[in-house]
């Protein structure tokens, strides 16, 4: 009973200590779930492709899968840690969605490059300047990091509250992104295809729904982590 009794007045004693444990634990689980929703987006995009006639070849598919999975992994993983952190003022959450949707765009470049390099194949040109959808990007994430971040302080957050944040954010970004790149494809003579453009606009529009459910998944579990690590205490 001492042994226990002294134990539990040391975890009482650093607070911010197990407060940083769960926030770990959170963005942990939160690149695990981003890992699982680059998978499912290709899964989607490869199915769209199918219904419409058009299978890519499977050195195509393991270079889009690996550029995808690293842009879901970073970009969730920023985003659910903004959240994680930014209790107090939810512009935190907005600042780091924003600073790590251009970065998670730059690695997963550099993933796509490596690929193409290791196979001995050439790099086909960006159809957008990187540098604007750069800016697109940055502002996208940091709307979307300041929104989810303002809906996990909420007492109790509603699933159908961040589908809708991340079906807004999709809509106007993901389809003004979609939009511009099949303009400026058409302008360069390189009209996209409509199985293409048909998978452009549902990795631009829908991930930002997937990144939003894996961080209310992830927020919901944390805090019922909490809540068992309090009841043991």
């Known amino acids: ?15 911010l200590s ?15 779930l981003a890992i699982a929703l680059g998978f499912a987006m290709e899964a989607l995009i490869l199915a769209v492709r199918a219904a419409a006639n058009s ?16 842009w879901s992994f970073f970009v969730c993983a920023g985003v659910g840690l903004g959240t994680a952190i930014a209790k107090v003022r939810a512009s935190l959450g907005g600042l780091i969605g924003a600073i790590s949707a251009p970065l998670a765009m730059g690695i997963a470049k550099g993933t796509q490059k490596v690929m193409v390099s290791a196979l001995e194949l050439s790099v086909k040109p960006a159809i957008l300047p990187l540098t604007t959808l750069g800016v697109l990007r940055a502002l996208e994430y940091g709307l979307l990091g300041w929104m989810l971040a303002w809906l996990a302080s909420r007492e109790k957050p509603h699933a159908l509250h961040f589908i809708l ?5 999709g809509a106007v970004f993901g389809g003004g ?11 360069q003579d390189a009209a996209l295809a409509l199985p293409q453009a048909i998978s452009t606009g549902l990795n631009e529009v829908v991930f930002p729904i997937g990144c939003a459910l894996v961080v209310y ?6 805090r019922n982590m909490k809540f068992i690590a309090g009841d043991a205490r």
């Open 165 to 169: 944040a991340g079906t807004v954010i």
């Open 18 to 32: 197990h407060g940083a444990r769960l926030a770990l634990k959170r963005v942990a689980m939160v690149a695990w």
């Open 55 to 70: 299978q890519p070849t499977s050195t195509q598919v393991l270079i889009e899968l690996a550029q995808g999975v690293t």
């Open 217 to 222: 998944i992830t927020l919901q579990v944390s």
């Open 1 to 15: 009973m001492a042994i226990s009794g002294v134990s539990s007045r040391a975890a009482d004693a650093h607070p």
């Open 177 to 187: 992104v979609t939009a511009l790149t099949i303009q400026a494809a058409s302008a």
